[in-house]
T-cell receptor
């Protein structure tokens, strides 16, 4: 089946640092979504991308739909403690049924000790 | 976006029993979905809950194990049947809105099977 490779798997952040994570697939996707999940909560949609090359911001978060349509990345600028959580990429590939989102394995952000 | 609630928020169940999880949305939505998130893992789509017809299940999930109801455009239930410890997971409902693929999730139901 379709799979998404999300990296890094985990990372530690210090307040004020910029953070980057990405997702790649072997198939062409027509939708990329980025979610954040806090402990004990459901995922919250951060950014949705629909066009190759599209660059979209939501506050300190910026995400891009790769021009090859096989990747996407998420940047967080000037991180703050509440950015801690698990970030998931998700997408729908060409030919996939509406609603059938494929999720990456997540990037866990933790505070640097 | 729609406000989504789930009941129960968590439960501890015995092997061999069944649990029905409810998902309520504060507005009418066309598409509702059920996902499973195993401990420390990502989300996997179980099925699409279709209003007025049988749910559409993804590969690896069957109706006998995960029967789903969708009596109207604001409500759905997922039953986890004949549970085993391997069914211990977070079960999430989501709704799709608009003509695109954005999905919004409920808070989840945390199930532990002993």
């Amino acid at each position: 089946g379709q799979q998404l490779n999300q990296s890094p798997q985990s990372m530690f952040i210090q307040e004020g640092e910029d953070v980057s994570m990405n997702c790649t697939s072997s198939s062409i996707f027509n939708t990329w979504l980025w979610y954040k999940q806090d402990p004990g909560e459901g995922p919250v949609l951060l950014i949705a991308l629909y066009k190759a090359g599209e660059l979209t911001s939501n506050g300190r978060l910026t995400a891009q739909f790769g021009i090859t349509r096989k990747d996407s990345f998420l940047n967080i600028s000037a991180s703050i403690p509440s950015d801690v959580g698990i970030y998931f990429c998700a997408g729908r590939f060409y030919g996939g049924s509406q609603g059938n989102l494929i999720f990456g394995k997540g990037t866990k952000l933790s505070v640097k000790p | 976006s729609a406000v989504i609630s789930q009941k129960p928020s968590r439960d501890i169940c015995q092997r061999g029993t069944s649990l029905t999880i409810q998902c309520q949305v504060d507005s009418q939505v066309t598409m509702m979905f059920w996902y499973r998130q195993q401990p420390g893992q990502s989300l996997t789509l179980i099925a699409t809950a279709n209003q007025g017809s049988e749910a559409t299940y993804e590969s690896g999930f069957v109706i006998d194990k995960f029967p789903i109801s969708r009596p109207n455009l604001t409500f759905s239930t997922l039953t986890v049947s004949n549970m085993s410890p391997e069914d211990s997971s977070i079960y999430l409902c989501s709704v799709g809105q608009g003509s695109y693929n954005e999905q919004f999730f409920g808070p989840g139901t945390r199930l532990t099977v002993l």
